[in-house]
């Protein structure tokens, strides 16, 4: 409560920010259940020095994670995702639609996108590259490293968290969705979807 020559007190902020208003209720429902200190704290195994992916992100640049103890990762031609979500021309379709097309197979959580490389990166559980055959694909998995950006780094320039970071296995990408989108995107490509 204020009287008159004071200044108002201070609104108490909640810990869970505000999704952005384009995206889907798929995404924005993830999006707010995923904080990223939480993600932070889980996408660095106990056997990785924590303090210098932390450092990294507080500087918020990409941490380089080693891939086969927390998680995998899929790497995705982005005009594959771009075809996916309707946009076959090489253009990049507005991020919209990519959320909207991945929510739509399944992908809500766990992509980052490297839009100086033309990558996005869909993290799987660990054990996922030993079993990966989607031929023209490449997954991911022990004895590779990858640029993680800082779980609060949600737009470009640099490499972002498209889909919110992951904070446990379940936030993962289904290996299955991934493979499936793939599939589909293929498919439409051969009949001129």
């Not at 999006?31 to 195994?45: E, I, K």
């Not at 303090?51 to 790497?75: C, I, K, N, Q």
């Not at 030993?130 to 800082?150: D, I, K, M, S």
Request: glycine share 8%.
């Amino acid at each position: 409560m204020s009287t008159a020559g004071q200044a108002p007190l201070p609104q108490r902020r909640s810990g869970r920010s505000t999704p952005p208003a384009h995206l889907n209720s798929a995404v924005k429902s993830a999006l707010a259940t995923v904080r990223p200190w939480q993600a932070a704290r889980w996408l660095v195994s106990p056997a990785d020095p924590s303090s210098e992916a932390h450092t990294e992100w507080a500087r918020d640049r990409p941490a380089l994670l080693r891939v086969g103890r927390r998680f995998d990762a899929v790497r995705l031609r982005a005009n594959t995702v771009h075809a996916y979500a309707g946009r076959a021309d090489g253009e990049a379709p507005p991020r919209a639609d990519v959320e909207r097309a991945l929510a739509g197979a399944g992908i809500t959580t766990a992509v980052i996108a490297d839009p100086a490389r033309h990558w996005y990166y869909a993290l799987v559980p660990p054990g996922t590259a030993a079993g990966w055959t989607v031929r023209g694909t490449e997954c991911l998995g022990r004895h590779h490293f990858l640029g993680v950006p800082a779980p609060h780094r949600v737009d470009p320039p640099a490499s972002y968290w498209l889909l919110a970071a992951p904070d446990s296995n379940s936030t993962l990408c289904d290996p299955g969705a991934v493979h499936e989108l793939i599939r589909a995107q293929r498919t439409a490509a051969k009949t001129g979807w």
